[in-house]
């Protein structure tokens, strides 16, 4: 009997070990579990009780129970700054520091537009910059673009076509004259040169083409402005000082670029330069034909004997040397090649080109006067049937 008794008390101690063994595995496991858990919680807690709590301050709406509308006006050249401080004023948002982050996150900044809003208290601050980003009215900017090889002219037949301009004649004065711009340094140069009574715009080659964002109320003159400081990022230092090694002045290698930006593509912009190099060297007429087509307005192949004889200070077939100006507004690419013409070309002394199947806008370039003319046989009839099919007697 004893036995039996010991028996059944081992018996009952192990199953006890035994399962206390696994009640203690078990917690050790959930355990970590557990505490993970809390710390999860607690971490959502706090970050709601936070978030609650900055919404509450700086993004709520200022008042719930308020769905009075207020009209809240922005008008042109305001910037985002402005625009918050009023609203905060008028009481509409809470922080214009966090209206103005939230914006400027958002992609929000540059696209709040002019005018007359019905906005209400119990609005988001969110909602509000959906609204105004919306458009009750006009964008403060809108983009403009000059084209490489624009003249001033089509340029501004542009501006007025686009919307930007009601009237392209202010532009084009002021253009013209250029009196306006006396303070930036190479405009006081053209206009002190001599060569500005003889040219169609004082300011033709000077407006750097590039795509600008302006406010939608800009003048004119702040349009042109915009325009004209680019130029001094185009013909930066070292520039000017390459213009001077070459004996040219900032205005002739502007000429010169514009000339080389008509007459080629950007991949035969430095061969065309050669050539013009050589030829002014060479005190050789220039012989252009794009300096003709800005005088006549007509982009002709065939030059007619009319075009050749014009009495016209651009007429490099009748004047040796460069026009008095630029002929358009030429490209970055097509002043760098100014500086620097292809230097084969120029050692060899190439001394002529001309087009060869106008479509294809290719060049042909030419050493000696009598392979010149070969070219021009083979080509000139191409020329005139391109004439032809436009249109162009």
């Known amino acids: 009997m004893k036995d039996n008794r010991n028996y059944t008390y081992r018996r009952i101690r192990d199953e006890r070990q035994h399962g206390f063994f696994w009640y203690s595995a078990l917690w050790k496991g959930l355990r970590p579990v557990l505490v993970a858990l809390a710390v999860i919680v607690l971490t959502i807690g706090i970050c709601y009780t936070v978030w609650n709590k900055l919404y509450g301050e700086f993004a709520a709406p200022v008042d719930e129970q308020d769905p009075s509308e207020y009209t809240f006006e922005i008008t042109s050249g305001q910037s985002l700054n402005r625009v918050a401080s009023n609203l905060e004023n008028a009481g509409l948002i809470r ?117 600008y964002e302006v406010y939608t109320d800009a003048t004119e003159e702040t349009l042109i402005r915009k325009l004209l400081s680019q130029t001094e990022a185009v013909f930066p230092l070292e520039y000017q000082e390459q213009a001077e090694s070459m004996g040219m002045t900032m205005d002739q290698i502007l000429t010169l670029a514009s000339m080389i930006e008509k007459e080629a593509k950007t991949q035969d912009f430095p061969r065309v330069s050669a050539v013009f190099h050589n030829r002014l060297k060479a005190g050789m007429k220039l012989e252009s034909d794009v300096t003709i087509h800005y005088i006549t307005g007509v982009r002709r192949m065939a030059l007619t004997d009319a075009d050749i004889s014009a009495a016209n200070a651009f007429n490099t077939y009748r004047y040796k040397g460069l026009p008095p100006g630029p002929i358009c507004n030429p490209s970055a690419a097509a002043i760098r090649a100014a500086l620097y013409p292809d230097s084969t070309l120029v050692a060899e002394k190439y001394l002529y080109f001309c087009a060869k199947e106008p479509e294809s806008g290719q060049l042909y370039f030419s050493r000696t006067l009598e392979e010149h003319q070969r070219a021009v046989a083979a080509y000139s009839p191409l020329w005139k049937q391109y004439d032809e099919n436009r249109g162009i007697q």
């Open 95 to 211: 922080s214009k520091t966090v209206f103005k982050y939230y914006c400027d996150f958002a992609g929000m900044g540059q696209k709040i537009q002019v005018g007359t809003y019905a906005l209400r208290r119990d609005m988001t601050m969110s909602d509000i910059a959906e609204r105004l980003t919306a458009g009750d009215g006009n964008p403060l900017v809108r983009n403009i673009t000059l084209i490489p090889g624009e003249s001033v002219e089509e340029f501004a037949a542009r501006l007025v076509k686009d919307g930007v301009l009601e009237s392209a004649d202010r532009f084009l004065e002021l253009c013209r004259s250029g009196q306006d711009f006396r303070d930036y340094y190479y405009i006081a140069d053209v206009l002190s040169s001599g060569t500005a009574a003889s040219r169609k715009y004082v300011l033709e080659g000077y407006l750097a083409p590039d795509t």
